[in-house]
């Protein structure tokens, strides 16, 4: 503690440059904030996903359906507990920039498997009851302003038409990871209505009674309806939720790619940049050696000064990263869930004491290594 | 006494034995000191005189620690410095050892106040009693009433009492002085040997000062001459 006015009056000393590189910090850790979040939000259907629940889809592209009759097989597995399904609706509300994920259900077992999504009774109940009811994630009401009891037209983009429905729940999380922009109706309203497929679902998704069965029943489900008109492909939630992802590409691998390119331009400049300011102060760290400083104190003094860059910046960066997402998505319904984890704010500042012990190293040995007669040119 | 022939006695307060230093420029060999011998006794103010290259500054290092010689022994108050590690080395420098400098090598970023107590952050003195040794070293070296102003806004002798201040806050037994007086003018020169003259009295310090100017070394006990990297005792001047 004794040392902190060194360190103070050392950063006062240029304060172009000590806001230059706090400001490198910032903006690095912001990004890196920013990038988690979006990652979060590509990935949240994988960091959701139930260990027990496997998904069933068409072997040929999930876009392709399945019979309703293989609902019933299903229960005659072993290890079987519940079995629902649902189709992809693909439509928006009032405008096609207003789009949120819109499902058909089976009503009766969808909330039973996703028991994640808590529904007050009574909304339920009145859901269970009108046969063009709707239920509605918290975020999504709350972004149109949606109330119970409300008539929400959907203009179906496949189907085609105004798809009338009354909103008769709110459903909310039990995670912060939750997705509670989406929208479920029953399967059987669609069966009434649409023009074609009728008998046939998008998806089913079965839940088990332990995880460690997953990969024995998913692949007796697959051998069941091999050779079959509708052969399936079936593999846990998580790998499903993957695979969708990896429709879009990998993002993970862009994220992380943008993430590496950054914060090792980080690396190179706030190491140039502490190489330069303890080479300009080589006579006065003589000075300290003379006074009687050891060379491991000086060592540490110098990486104590990288630190404290990489702390003020780099928590400003996150801190203000983590503001900016408890605003929720900035995209307008593209990224539903839009946040940074206790996790990835707890590598962040791992990162932060990486980065800023790195950027040290360098201008720490030299330091060290420096020779007293040397840098005060008594030879 | 001062000794330079190598016959001083084993309890000299600081002994320096056949010294040798070589640097080497490439292929080339350049011998600044060779087979140095040095006794000094406690409270001693020395002053080494010489042509430029002489090694004057190359002895004030190896005496004070700051370098090793290629050869030879240096013993400061018994303890054989030479075969110190350079942790132990700047240990025994912080507890033992203040330097002044020609160019006064104050930090710029702290106030003199500031400056005067960095030697006290190496020891387990608390925040109260380094302000009291810190203020007490202002005063011996008359610089009390300038502690907060920064080394720019303090003219060339003011530095050099900071810096004067700075050497003695942590009461060492021995004080180096190299060219105290080369920056400054006459007056503002007489002033500081007059100071160091009387903190040597006043506080036991054996000074050993490296210097150019004949005025500046009329004010010590004893000026030895370096030539080719041998000593040759000169008259004791007073």
Redesign the interface.
């Known amino acids: 503690m ?2 902190l ?2 360190l103070a ?2 950063i ?2 240029k304060k172009i440059r000590t806001f230059l590189t706090l400001g490198s910090y910032f903006t690095a850790f912001l990004l890196f904030g920013l990038l988690s979040a979006i990652k979060s939000a590509f990935n949240q259907g994988v960091d959701v996903a139930g260990a027990n629940r496997i998904v069933v889809g068409n072997k040929t592209s999930i876009i392709m359906p399945l019979p309703i009759s293989y609902m019933e097989k299903f229960f005659e597995l072993n290890g079987v507990k519940n079995v629902t399904y649902a189709s992809w609706f693909g439509g928006y509300y009032k405008d096609p920039k207003n789009f949120f994920a819109q499902m058909a259900v089976d009503s009766y077992t969808y909330f039973d498997v996703y028991s994640e999504f808590k529904i007050e009774k009574n909304q339920f109940l009145d859901f269970m009851k009108d046969r063009q009811g709707c239920i509605v994630g918290k975020k999504t009401a709350e972004k149109y302003g949606f109330k119970i009891g409300d008539k929400i037209p959907i203009i179906a983009s496949v189907w085609g038409g105004v798809w009338e429905f009354n909103l008769r729940a709110i459903y909310t999380g039990t995670k912060p990871e939750d997705d509670l922009t989406q929208f479920f109706f029953h399967a059987s309203y669609l069966e009434e209505r649409r023009p074609w497929g009728k008998g046939m679902v998008g998806w089913y998704i079965v839940e088990i009674e332990k995880p460690e069965l997953a990969f024995s029943i998913s692949r007796e489900i697959d051998s069941i309806f091999s050779n079959s008109p509708y052969e399936t492909k079936s593999d846990t939630e998580k790998a499903f939720a993957l695979g969708f992802v990896k429709q879009i590409g990998n993002i993970e691998l862009i994220i992380l790619s943008i993430g590496a390119i950054v914060f090792l331009t980080l690396l190179l400049v706030t190491s140039n940049t502490m190489e330069l300011s303890v080479r300009e102060r080589s ?2 760290f003589a ?10 104190l000086l060592y540490f003094l110098t990486i104590s000064e990288s630190l404290f860059y990489s702390f003020m910046g780099g928590s400003l960066g996150i801190l203000v990263a983590k503001l900016f997402t408890l605003k929720g998505d900035p995209t307008g319904g593209f990224l539903p869930v839009f946040y940074i984890s206790m996790n990835q704010m707890v590598l962040g500042f791992l990162l932060i004491f990486v980065f800023g012990f790195l950027s040290g190293i360098l201008p720490a040995r030299r330091v060290y290594k420096l ?3 040397e840098a ?1 040119g ?2 | 006494m001062v000794g330079v022939d190598g016959t001083g006695t084993k309890s000299s307060f600081l002994k320096a034995r056949n010294l040798d230093k070589i640097y080497y420029r490439g292929e080339e060999e350049i011998h600044c000191l060779s087979g140095l011998n040095l006794d000094v006794e406690k409270g001693e103010f020395i002053a080494f005189m010489g042509p430029s290259g002489s090694g004057k500054t190359t002895l004030l290092n190896l005496l004070g620690g700051l370098d090793k010689p290629t050869r030879g022994t240096i013993f400061a108050n018994g303890i054989e410095i030479t075969s110190l590690s350079e942790n132990m080395l700047a240990k025994w420098r912080s507890s033992n050892v203040g330097f002044v400098f020609q160019m006064y090598n104050l930090l710029p970023v702290l106030t003199a106040y500031q400056n005067v107590e960095i030697p006290l952050l190496l020891t387990s003195l608390s925040k109260k009693e380094r302000e009291e040794h810190v203020l007490l070293a202002m005063e011996l070296a008359k610089i009390v009433d300038r502690r907060n102003h920064y080394p720019s806004q303090l003219s060339g002798g003011q530095q050099q009492r900071v810096s004067i201040a700075r050497a003695i806050v942590s009461s060492p037994l021995f004080l180096f002085c190299d060219e105290p007086t080369g920056d400054l003018d006459r007056k503002s020169g007489d002033e500081i040997m007059d100071l160091l003259r009387s903190l040597s009295k006043q506080l036991d310090i054996t000074v050993l000062m490296v210097t150019h100017d004949p005025h500046a070394a009329e004010k010590s006990d004893t000026v030895l001459h370096l030539e080719k990297g041998i000593l040759i005792e000169g008259k004791p001047l007073r």
């Open positions: 004794k040392f006015f060194l009056a050392n006062k000393r006579a006065e000075v300290l050696k003379t006074i009687g400083f050891s060379d491991s020779r007293i007669v005060l008594r030879i």
